[in-house]
């Protein structure tokens, strides 16, 4: 989706949170739990469907809670969202709800689009997808007679061999109804952290400068050479999760890991721990000890969001304005102050002196509105977004280029970044690993409204830990019956990398064939059972999706 890539190589939502809220007609939330995840805005949403009567389509395979406020909820097989979004498609063309005005103004390449939909039609999307037909149709006309409808998603759609083709195929879905660049709809991926935004914006990608200019792009390599004072590279780098194994393929010799844990993060632990045991050298800065802390060879101590003061940009691009509450603990330090520090000593090491005249070519920044004002100087979308107007309370979400303009809480308003939006036909593409006799069940993985990512924060809270203390695998009433699992047992959930013991909690959350597990607890990590399998564009992991077998222990 050339036409909305600005948009969708971010993450961030094209519209923002109160406005979906408000103005959406309908919800169509797939691979989100929101309820769970995002609490807040999960809240906002059950209030729209609640005391205005919007109406909410919930496409999971689990019946997660926001499924009790949903008019219709869809219980699809993991790793078959393009043939569900597709079969939703050819309903909308067949019924001929599709926008017929935006679609000849806006975009370009239907007909080929349209070919490869019509290829879904309900009977045969039904097969795959497991979803009966008469839902199909139900789901198509709530999303098409009710405008404008919000699409919604998060990880559950992008974490998956196919996950930048679900999003496309989304964007397909989108433009068709004509639900871009108004009120209450847009497409709405919803980020995992805080600042996994800010990040993004800032260059935190191994093929984009700040502002997501294109590192092979000569243009963008020159500006950010002129204000370094550095020679770039046009080389694209590697991503986290090719990164790690090239350890083991002699490409990687050192890591510096800022605030990530990958032995309980990344898919397929087993391989992780062999990867960190023959790594040279491993730095980790990090505010607590972590699983991956027992294999570096230097731990710096960086600070909480408590003890720093900066800006986070959230999953609607509104950047905000955090002050320090005390001060930091310890010999710990604002990462922003570690990283000039270190980056001061390579220099030294290396004689790799820079020109001053560069405007921005040393690290002796006093403070981290020194930091902002090269933000603003380099990267265009954050041009007018400063410190002080947000201390005056102004709300800006990017792209916000100069002092004067007010931000941007509608993106594609008028046009998209290429101009004309671009269909793009999508085909369903399976799952990596499917069941088999000797792994007859499917994982699929995520977190809990009780704990965060690798628990290393969660875990020391005593009164989350007196809710939720322990891993538990969910399995379906049917296949614990199958088990011989009465009530509560231990089983062991086994893929072709490794296993887990953990307590069933019999639930109907997950349907028969499928066990759900998270990845919070070191001694039973979901993470232990995923593959690493990637998508190649984005070389997202596939965490959504493994074939297992079940046993019980006891």
């Given at each position: 989706m050339a036409g909305l890539a600005a948009s969708f190589g971010s993450g961030a939502m094209s519209n923002s949170m109160d406005d979906v809220a408000k103005n959406a007609k309908a919800f169509f939330i797939i691979g989100?739990?929101?309820?769970?995840?995002?609490?807040?805005?999960?809240?906002?949403?059950?209030?729209?469907?609640?005391?205005?009567?919007?109406?909410?389509?919930?496409?999971?395979?689990?019946?997660?809670?926001?499924?009790?406020?949903?008019?219709?909820?869809?219980?699809?097989?993991?790793?078959?969202?393009?043939?569900?979004i597709n079969g939703l498609m050819y309903i909308i063309l067949e019924k001929d709800w599709a926008d017929k005005q935006f679609i000849e103004e806006r975009t370009e390449g239907l007909e080929e689009f349209k070919a490869t939909v019509m290829q879904y039609p309900p009977t045969l999307v039904s097969e795959i997808t497991g979803v009966p037909v008469s839902q199909l149709y139900e789901a198509a006309e709530i999303i098409?007679?009710?405008?404008?409808?919000?699409?919604i998603w998060a990880m559950g759609?992008?974490?998956?061999?196919?996950?930048?083709?679900?999003?496309?195929?989304?964007?397909?879905?989108?433009?068709?109804?004509?639900?871009?660049?108004?009120?209450?709809?847009?497409?709405?991926?919803?980020?995992?952290?805080?600042?996994?935004?800010?990040?993004c914006d800032m260059g935190g990608l191994p093929n984009v400068y700040p502002s997501y200019q294109p590192v092979t792009s000569e243009e963008a390599r020159k500006k950010f050479d002129d204000a370094w004072g550095l020679t770039s590279s046009t080389k694209v780098g590697l991503t986290a999760t090719e990164?790690?194994?090239?350890?083991?393929?002699?490409?990687?010799?050192?890591?510096y890991i800022l605030g990530e844990d990958p032995v309980m993060s990344d898919p397929d632990t087993h391989h992780i721990r062999k990867c960190l045991e023959a790594i040279d050298f491993l730095v980790l800065q990090e505010i607590f000890p972590s699983e991956t802390a027992a294999y570096a060879d230097v731990l710096l101590p960086g600070v909480s969001f408590a003890e720093k003061t900066g800006t986070f940009t959230n999953t609607e691009r509104r950047v905000q304005m955090v002050h320090k509450a005390i001060e930091p603990l310890g010999d710990s330090r604002p990462d922003w102050w570690i990283t000039a520090e270190v980056a001061k000593r390579v220099l030294i090491g290396t004689n790799n002196r820079v020109p001053r005249e560069a405007p921005f070519s040393g690290w002796e920044y006093r403070d981290t509105n020194e930091i902002m004002s090269e933000i603003n100087a380099v990267t265009p979308s954050y041009g007018g977004i400063t410190h002080q107007r947000l201390e005056k309370g102004e709300r800006l979400q990017w792209p916000c280029p100069s002092a004067d303009h007010p931000g941007t809480p509608v993106l594609h308003t008028k046009q998209f970044t290429r101009g004309k939006g671009k269909f793009a036909p999508i085909d369903h593409v399976p799952p990596a690993e499917e069941p088999t006799d000797d792994y007859p069940m499917v994982l699929s993985t995520g977190r809990v409204l009780y704990h965060w990512h690798g628990g290393q924060m969660t875990r020391r809270a005593k009164g989350l830990m007196e809710v939720y203390g322990e891993a538990l695998v969910e399995l379906s009433p049917n296949d614990a019956e199958k088990l011989g699992v009465n009530g509560k047992g231990i089983v062991r959930v086994t893929s072709r990398r490794g296993s887990i013991e953990a307590q069933a909690w019999v639930t109907d959350r997950v349907p028969p064939g499928m066990v759900y597990a998270n990845f919070h607890f070191p001694e039973a990590s979901a993470n232990e059972l995923t593959l690493a399998a990637l998508d190649p564009v984005s070389k997202i992991p596939e965490y959504k999706v493994a074939a297992v077998k079940v046993e019980l222990v006891g």
């Open positions: 989100s739990n929101t309820t769970e995840q995002h609490p807040v805005f999960g809240t906002m949403l059950r209030r729209a469907v609640r005391f205005r009567g919007a109406k909410l389509v919930v496409a999971d395979p689990r019946k997660i809670d926001i499924t009790e406020f949903a008019t219709l909820h869809l219980r699809q097989k993991p790793g078959t969202d393009i043939a569900l098409a007679r009710n405008k404008p409808t919000a699409v759609i992008t974490q998956h061999i196919s996950g930048v083709r679900n999003v496309m195929d989304l964007a397909n879905l989108q433009m068709l109804l004509g639900n871009m660049g108004v009120p209450g709809g847009g497409v709405n991926p919803l980020r995992g952290q805080n600042n996994v935004q800010g990040a990164i790690i194994p090239g350890i083991l393929e002699d490409k990687i010799h050192a890591l």
